[in-house]
């Protein structure tokens, strides 16, 4: 049963874990963000911020194989564990992060 997990990656390095997670068959990946407008010098711009800087959502079966490969993505510092064993979020937590909004924007 798929479940969503979270990845901390090395700074700015959301979107090549996003990628690779793709590439490994991980299509259901989320990084939130919100936008904000900035003027600057009377001129406005539209701003995408990450809400959760340097990490990675995503939905998947955890298997020990997709374990193996996603610890071993070269951007990602660590993933959530209890006893060295990958922890889902819950149900509240995927709810407030909002995460099943954020995959049509990503």
Do not use: S
């Amino acid at each position: 049963m798929e479940k969503w997990y979270a990845v901390q990656t090395f700074t700015n390095q959301e979107e090549k874990v996003r990628e690779k997670l793709i590439k490994l068959g991980i299509i259901n990946v989320a990084i939130p963000t919100t936008t904000e407008i900035i003027t600057k010098n009377g001129k406005e711009k539209i701003k995408t911020i990450k809400k959760y800087p340097n990490y990675v959502f995503f939905k998947a079966e955890m298997t020990a194989q997709n374990w193996h490969k996603i610890k071993n993505i070269q951007e990602v510092m660590w993933f959530t564990n209890v006893d060295a064993i990958p922890a889902p979020l819950t149900n509240e937590e995927v709810l407030r992060l909002q995460l099943e909004e954020n995959l049509k924007r990503t």
